[in-house]
């Protein structure tokens, strides 16, 4: 329950963070940095589950969230809303249809299978599909 509840947290603080960041230092390079951070995160959770990989996989994981947001609104700069809409709605139900799956394979293979396969992006494209 605690690793629950520090994931979402530490969600919840860096999403704001991110907002600040992309501010400062640029949108990519948020979204870069996110999905590095959330790399190690999730590589330290197959090697070794504990807290620090929890906190570190929740920072890549919503460190780019503001950042995605705005990236899709600046497309297509007259339809604003629209643009958040779609990018929220798209990156919502992708990642509900992903942890279906994922949830289906963790609950066949193991854990420790199903953090492998997401820290193996050329493996988890097939998982994706």
Known sequence: MINLT??????????????WLAD????????QAGYVIAVVGLAGL??????LPIVATGLGLYLPFSAHTTLG??????RLATASGLAT????????LLASALGAFADAQGQRAALTRLREPQ???????
């Open 73 to 78: 609104q600046d497309f297509p700069r007259h």
């Open 46 to 51: 197959v090697a070794a589950p504990a807290y």
């Open 123 to 129: 493996r988890s494209l097939p998982l994706m599909a």
């Open 24 to 31: 400062r230092y640029g949108k990519i390079r948020v979204v």
């Open 89 to 96: 709605g798209l990156a919502t139900s992708t990642s509900g």
């Open 6 to 19: 520090g994931l979402t947290g530490i969600g919840t603080a860096s999403t704001v963070v991110g907002g």
